[in-house]
């Protein structure tokens, strides 16, 4: 059997014929298995969905409660028959409820890890190394250009500006889900004990991370109307960065913008957008954590898909690893 029988692409998504099911498909469908709960890859209106229980409660959050006709919680490490083929779901290390699917037939297994880190982030289970024939990679920061540093260190030049700039609110751009919910824990872990200020966007979200067992501390909206503009004066306030251009973020006092993102490690990006303080905070693998983890799961196969697809393919040429780019559509850097 070829690696292209058990699964492959379609333009709704990863298609797998002998188990009638699709993998994150950007279409309605009628069987769907899910990896995590970003838009891009978890969209509503199919038939079945199945996916982790915290990637379910997170669909219902973000999509409404009938976001699929019915659904299948997958507890970690549990095997299922669908079809023809032994299907299991593992630890991605992503976000909170997020895991890498593997479809297994006749010896064979695929995983497909859909977006995933390996450094440690206490908002989720860690990234679990499954042994494969196939493996499945994102490539968003794909190029040996990205290696992201610790992330206490940005956050602690978040935490020193805040001293530097006491009269000054620092507004924190990081997307609602999991970025938004692991800077404030890691703010936590540095000590930071005072109210942490979240846009309203952000509250439903940060919510359910503090129901799974995610300790977030004081988390206050960040609202003016409740107080005086001065209340806010070195206050962290955590938003979604489109915000930004709101009326609502100038509001504050003296606002300084910061950004939490992989793409921080391009300045000019950055200068672009407005940000003030970068800080190079990634839910995703650098190309160092992406090219370890290619060796390690000991596949002999690689196909790379949504992001810089080539630079990984070609590093997998050269150390001796067959590789292909899936050229997936309808994936974006949105938890980036």
């Known amino acids: 059997m070829r690696p292209s029988d058990l699964l492959h692409s379609r333009p709704e998504g990863l298609y797998c014929p002998p188990g009638d099911f699709y993998i994150d498909p950007v279409r309605p469908v009628d069987r769907a298995l899910i990896t995590h709960g970003h838009s891009d890859h978890a969209r509503p ?19 409404g409660p009938d976001f699929a006709g019915t659904t299948q919680a997958m507890p970690l490490g549990e095997k299922i028959r669908l079809g023809d083929v032994t299907v299991s779901f593992h630890p991605a290390g ?3 409820g997020s895991a890498q699917i593997s479809v297994e037939r006749n010896g064979m297994r695929i995983v497909a890890s859909g977006d995933y880190k390996r450094a440690g982030d206490p908002t989720c289970t860690a990234f679990e190394v499954v042994r494969c024939d196939v493996f499945i990679s994102e490539a968003t920061f794909a190029l040996p250009v990205f290696r992201h540093p610790d992330a206490s260190q940005e956050i602690g030049k978040l935490l020193k500006s805040t001293r530097q700039f006491p ?11 999991g970025k938004a919910q692991r800077v404030m824990r890691l703010l936590r872990d540095q000590g930071y004990d005072k109210p942490i200020y979240i846009h309203g966007a952000l509250t439903r979200l940060s919510e359910y991370y503090q129901s799974q067992g995610v300790d977030l501390g004081d988390l206050r909206p960040a609202t003016v109307e409740d107080g005086d503009k001065a209340d806010f004066a070195g206050a962290i306030i955590v938003a979604p ?3 930004f251009a709101d009326r609502w973020a100038r509001r504050f006092p003296d606002p300084l913008a910061a950004f939490a993102s992989g793409w921080m490690r391009i300045r000019q990006r950055a200068k672009q957008g407005g940000v003030e303080l970068p800080l190079v905070v990634s839910d995703h693998s650098d190309w160092d954590e992406l090219t370890a983890t290619i060796t390690e799961t000991g596949a002999g196969e690689v196909w790379v898909t949504h992001g810089r697809e080539e630079a990984l393919v070609r590093w997998c040429e050269l150390n001796g690893i067959a590789a292909r780019p899936l050229h997936l559509v309808g994936y974006e850097d949105e938890g980036d």
Not at 45 to 63: E, P, S, W, Y
């Open 241 to 243: 960065s489109a915000t």
């Open 94 to 96: 992503h976000v909170l």
């Open 167 to 177: 009269e000054r609110a620092h507004l924190v751009g990081a997307y609602a889900l």
């Open 45 to 63: 209106g199919h038939a079945k969905v199945l996916a982790t229980r915290q990637t379910l409660d997170i669909m219902a959050i973000r999509c």
